[in-house]
């Protein structure tokens, strides 16, 4: 069964029709998964980590991760677990963008909302910092202002972070 037609429950809780909060917001990063790993360890409390193929198919954590596919790290609560998706867009580079679920039936008020996305904000900022002071990490750029280093695989990339970016943070 492909991430698609199951994949809302898994991911998104019971309510396959549940929406998530869009965070615009995303960085570049040129560092290995374990230290990526750690930063999810820092801005999430509790969480399950998935691995799901560029065709939305769920592997097994153990596979290996291919140019598009995404590791997918939610917080072990509920209702509306915070979400990291970090997305291999090269052999050396991810994208990787913070997310939630909306809860069945929106926001109470629009207070509620604006508290949401600023936690969206905070959470891309904290494992920003973080991923900042590690050694190891080579490259952590905002997605607006990253460009790809050679011509050749600027399209193919920039198509990898469009599908992820509709794929995760709607």
Known sequence: MTLTEKSWCSVMGDNPEARRTNNDEGIIVQASLDILRKAAG????EFNEMLVSFDGEEKSIEEEIGIGDT???EED???CPAQIAVTKITEEL????????????G????????RAAQAEEKRI?????????TAGVKKVEDVRNWQPDMRAEAADVLDIINTASRKWAH
Request: glycine share 6%.
């Open 77 to 79: 609560i509920s209702p």
């Open 125 to 133: 900022q904290l494992f920003k910092d973080f991923l900042q002071k």
């Open 71 to 73: 590791i997918l790290f």
């Open 94 to 105: 991810w994208y990787i963008i913070s997310t939630s679920e909306i809860p069945q039936g």
């Open 42 to 45: 820092k801005v999430l409390f």
């Open 107 to 114: 926001y109470p008020s629009g207070r509620d909302a604006m």
